[in-house]
C-alpha cells in the first residue's frame, strides 16, 4: 500500500541536497508505510547575468532507518550537468573523504570532522560497488534518520514507467539501508563498557552532535559579506559625500 501526498509543505528530503537553488518544494510524492518515500524536488535557480529564474525538477528517494546517521553527503559526478548546482558545492574542503579505488571518480564523499573512518563503515567495498552499479547518477545524503537520494529528471512521467523502476530502486537500497542499523558513535560512549555488576553496558544510539550536521560554507559566505559592507559601506559613504563637496 502506499499513500499519495502531492505538494507536500513543510518536509524537506535531506539537508544540502535540497538547499540547492531556492524555494525548493516537493511538488508531489508517494509515502509508503514504513515512512519511505519517492517524489520530486523542484527548485528555483536564478541566472544573474541573464535576470532569470528557472524551475528544475529533480527526483528523489528517501529510505528511513532506526538510527541516526551521521551527516554524509555523496556527490555523484554523474549527473552533472549544466543547469545543476553541485552538492558539494558548499561544502568546506577540509570535509571531503578520500576513498581508494575508482570511487572517487563516481562519487566526492563528505563527512563532518573526525567521521572519516565513521563513513567507512556505510561504503564498504560491496556498497561502493552497488552505488557505482546501480546509483551512479544520483547523489545520497545521510542525515537523522533517512537515506536520501537525489538525481535530476521528473519521477512521474506520463506511463509511470520511471515510477516502477524508482518503486525497485527503492526495496534494493531499502534492504541495504537495514544492514546499517548496527552503527554506533563511539564519541558516545565516554563511560565504561562494562556495569559495575559486571554486565556488558549497551552502547548508546545516537549521533554526537559533531557528526551531526556537515559544515555548509553558505551561511559563512553570506555573514563573510554582511561583515565586509558593514565595514567597506561607510567609507564608500565618506568617499561619497568628498567628492559631492
Excluded: K
Excluded at 556505510?122 to 537515506?147: G, K, N, Q, R, Y
Excluded at 521528473?154 to 506511463?159: H, I, R
Excluded at 549521533?207 to 561607510?234: E, Y
Amino acid at each position: 500500500m502506499r499513500s499519495s501526498t502531492p505538494f507536500a509543505r513543510g518536509w524537506m528530503p535531506g539537508e544540502v541536497l535540497a538547499s540547492r537553488g531556492s524555494r525548493g518544494r516537493a511538488r508531489s510524492m508517494l509515502v509508503f508505510p514504513d515512512g519511505s518515500r519517492i517524489g520530486e524536488w523542484e527548485y528555483i535557480r536564478t541566472y544573474s547575468h541573464l535576470r532569470a529564474n528557472s524551475a528544475h525538477v529533480w527526483s528523489f528517494v528517501s529510505v528511513p532507518a532506526v538510527v541516526q546517521f551521521p551527516h554524509i553527503v555523496l556527490d555523484a559526478t554523474g549527473n552533472r550537468r549544466g543547469h545543476s548546482l553541485d552538492a558539494g558545492v558548499s561544502l568546506s574542503r577540509a570535509q571531503r573523504v578520500r576513498l581508494e579505488g575508482d570511487f572517487d571518480a563516481h562519487f566526492h564523499t563528505y563527512a563532518p570532522a573526525g567521521y572519516g573512518a565513521d563513513a567507512l563503515y556505510f561504503l564498504t567495498p560491496d556498497v561502493m560497488a552497488d552505488l557505482i552499479d546501480s546509483a551512479a547518477d544520483w547523489d545520497v545524503e545521510l542525515i537523522d534518520t533517512d537515506a536520501v537520494f537525489f538525481r535530476p529528471g521528473s519521477t512521474m512521467p506520463a506511463g509511470g514507467r520511471a515510477l516502477e523502476e524508482r518503486v525497485r530502486f527503492l526495496r534494493q537500497w531499502r534492504a541495504r539501508v537495514a544492514r546499517w542499523t548496527h552503527w554506533r558513535d563511539d564519541r558516545l560512549n565516554a563511560g565504561p563498557l562494562v556495569n559495575t555488576d559486571g554486565t556488558l553496558r549497551v552502547p548508546p544510539v545516537g549521533v554526537h552532535r559533531d557528526g551531526q550536521r556537515l559544515n555548509d560554507t553558505r551561511g559563512n559566505t553570506a555573514m563573510l559579506a554582511c561583515i565586509v559592507a558593514l565595514i567597506v559601506l561607510p567609507y564608500v559613504v565618506v568617499v561619497g559625500r568628498m567628492l559631492l563637496e
